[in-house]
Each structure stands twice: as C-alpha cells, then as structure tokens.
C-alpha cells in the first residue's frame, strides 16, 4: 500500500504499556498520522481537552482511570473525537457497551497492525491509494531461515514489527514451526540485539526447581544449594528473555512471574531484597492459553500481560512452498563436512513431491529428522522414496482444508490427489491443482456467511483468525 498523507490527523494513544504503545505509534507514523500518547485514562482526558485529536485509541483496562471511565469524559470535552477502544477477550462486553454509547469501533488484543490502520482509517473516513506494483519489503532473513511462503514472510514481516519497540510477544505455534527461531530474529533486530538472550524451557525443570531456574536463590535457600545463584531473569539482563513453553508454568508460581514482568525485579528463592532487571521477554507456547485459562490452568491476568503482541506461526501443512527449500537447506547441512553421510547425494523428483504432499504433524523439526535419517540410509546419491521414513512413504491426508459449518465436505490434500489419480481411486475429485481454488472459495463462501466478518468467518472455517489472515494476503486480498 502507499499510504496517502493525512499530516492534519492526529491520533491519540493511550495505553499503560509503554512497549505496545510504541508499536501502535510506529505503524501509525508509517501511515502518516501524527501521534500524542497517554498512560491511563486521567491523560486521555486532558489529551483530549489540549491535543484535540481527531481519533483516540483507548485502552479499556489502565490504572489511575480506566478506559471505561475516561471514555465518556472524553466525548463530553470532544464529541467529534472517533474513540476506538483497545480490549482483551475479558472486557468485550464492556467493549460492546461502549459502542452502544458512540465508541466508533474496538480492537481485541493481540493487535492486528494491519487491522488497526484500517480501523482509524475508516474511522477518520480516509483512503488510501493502491500501488501499481507495490514492491515486497526486504525482510533481512538470518542465515539459514526459509520463508519462500506468504505466510512464513509475513511472519517475518510482523516479527520485525515488534522487534524494535520493546513490547512483549507471545509466539503461538504447533511443536518444532520454529518459535525459537523467531525469538531469537525479534531479538537481533532490536535494540537489545548487543545484550544477551537467555532462553527456558519451562516443561523440562520440575515444580519445585522452576523457581530457583527462573529467579535464582541465595546459599542454603534449600538442600543442596551449597552457593548464591542467578536466575534466568537475571542473566537475561540487558537483553532478552525467552519463556519457552509458557504454558506449562505452574499455577503456583505464575503471580510472581506476573510480579517480576510487571515490575522488572526479582528475589531469589530464600533472598530478602529485590533485584532490578532489564529484560524484554517473549514467551512461547503450543498450547491454547485461552482455553486454558478460562479452565483455570493459566492465570487470565498473565495472559492478558503476556498477549500484548501476538505471532502465530502457521504449521508446515499451510506453508508447503517452503517444503522443498527446507528441505534441500537439511540436505546441505548434511553434506558440510567430510564424510557426513549426505555428502554427494540429492533428492529424487519423487521423493520431493512425497516430501510436499506430508503434513509433517512435528512440523519443521520432524522435516529435519526425515532427512538426515533418509542421508544415512540411502545407498547411492540418489535419496529414494523407500529411503524416506513409512509414514511419509504411506502419505497423510492432509488437513490443510478448510471444513465449513456446512456439509461441504473437506478437500485432500496434494498427496491424496496424487496417489487417488494413480490407482484410479477417486473418480470425479478435483485435480490437485485445483484444491487452491476450492479453499479460496470455502473462504469466500464463509466471509459472506458471516458478513465480512473475519472472526466469524475463521470460527465457520474451523481455523484461527490470524490464519485466515494469512490465507487472505496470499490470494491478494
């Protein structure tokens, strides 16, 4: 998009998050909006009585004066003001409410960019002009890291949004899409990228040594603890913190972990004073924290700390342009030194589609197995289909189709096609180059159902909302 200069519109935000604000103040910027900030409600008020913005992004949840509180002295000082209101799953019914009495819109967290620049445009009843050719932005991809796909790039694209702000990510995805990865590029591309990053796997210490990993714990703290020790949180200091596996934090031990996010200080296990650090963190899970807190496994107050910006990385299945890549990049990580056992060898044009048509349930990490396994066995230097492991040889039926709410049935996937059309299986099903098209018009079909919707239209599909997201820009639209 080339966005058209709007220089008399001022936008304010007002969140008590110092880290997503500045998210929303740079997209803002890029799209040419001049930006005022506040910190709770008390500052939306005067900002409105001083600033006179045009639009207000307010956030519902703040300290001092919530965003439900200031939202009517707002429109009381300046009635013309478009209020859009920040809001977490928790406060939507407030969200809604607030519509009723003249909010112009809401936005649910995790922030959609894209989402939120449309929100205030149409807010503001702006447009904004089309490129002829809009040129793809350089997205500068560590050594290594494939991202052929549009799903993967914009992955990439929204990390390295977040990466300079400071604000907390969650990183949402299957088990081995590569969550540490992604870590460790919104760390190199952020200003921390000189200080260290210090990752934990929170599922591989038990309860009762998870604190003592995470904060540290001074000498005789408990049997064995022969010396002081640093935590996790203070190595990190200065740059940042990956919380691998968030989910699996012990109810128990998540206030103090929402204690030292909030205040930036630590004490160690049987310490008496706090220690400042300096930290940004990013905390990863495979698991559905939302589901999980409404179920009471996961505080729904660390959530909400934690989901300050979400990226869901979509598994292999939905990204089956990278497959091959990946996969030659595995190869050739095989064949880097003298007698490794992919030296001299490549693919047969067989066992590349067999490896596209997989769904890889274990996602890039079983991709990488596949192949070095397939490296020691095969005998020749032609890596063979019967050299692949019994579950790639038999197939998969995919599931990246898209199910509806109707009794449209779920389209196979690439390797289904393939083998039907080989042994005559399947009469009358569509041609494998054609199973794009049917998810385009399952999406299309599930939009107008639900009006445009997107939310809607992905719970219809059975798919997250950032997926169908994903699927959207990939068809250009």
Known sequence: MIATPFPSRTVAVVDDDPGLRRLIRNALEKANYRVVEGSNGREAVEI????????????????????????????????????????????????????????????EKPIDLDELIVAVDEALGQVRAESDSPAE??????????????????????????????????????????????????????????????????????????????????????????????????????GTLLLDEIGEMPLALQPKLLRALEEKRVRRVGGSRDIPVDIRVI????????????????????????????????????????????????????????????????????????????????????????????????RGSLILPEDLPDPVRAGRQSRTALPSSGDRKAAPGPADAERRQSTGAGAGLPPVGQMEEIQKRAILDALEQAGGNKTRAAQILGISRRNLIYKLRSYGM
């Open 48 to 107: 409105a009585r001083s600033a006179a913005p045009h639009a207000m992004i307010l956030d519902i949840r703040m300290p001092v004066m919530s965003g439900m509180e200031a939202f009517p002295l707002v429109k009381a000082e300046r009635p013309e003001t478009a209020v859009l209101l920040l809001t977490a799953h928790m406060d939507l019914r407030d969200a809604v409410s607030a519509i009723k009495a003249g909010a112009q819109d809401y936005l």
């Open 137 to 238: 932005d350089l997205i500068p991809l560590p050594a290594g890291v494939i991202a052929r796909s549009a799903p993967a790039r914009t992955v990439f694209r929204e990390a390295l949004r977040a990466a300079p702000t400071g604000a907390t990510v969650l990183l949402l995805g299957e088990s081995g899409t590569g969550k540490e990865v992604l870590a460790r590029f919104i760390h190199s591309n952020s200003e921390r990228r000189a200080g260290p990053f210090v990752a934990v796997n929170c599922a591989t210490f038990p309860e009762n040594l998870i604190e003592s990993e995470l904060f540290g714990h001074e000498r005789g703290a408990f049997t064995g603890a022969s010396a002081s020790r640093a935590g996790r949180f203070e190595e990190a200091s200065g």
């Open 283 to 378: 905390a990863a899970t495979n698991r559905p924290l939302e589901e999980d807190a409404r179920a009471g496994r996961f505080r729904e107050d660390l959530l909400y700390r934690l989901n300050v910006f979400a990226v869901e990385i979509p598994p292999l299945r939905l990204r089956r342009e990278d497959i091959e890549p990946l996969a030659l990049s595995f190869l050739q990580e095989q064949t880097a030194q003298e007698g490794a056992p992919g030296r001299g060898k490549r693919f047969a044009p067989a066992t590349l589609r067999l490896l596209e048509g997989y769904d890889w349930p274990g996602n890039v990490r079983e991709l990488r197995n596949a192949v070095a396994r397939a490296c020691i066995i095969s």
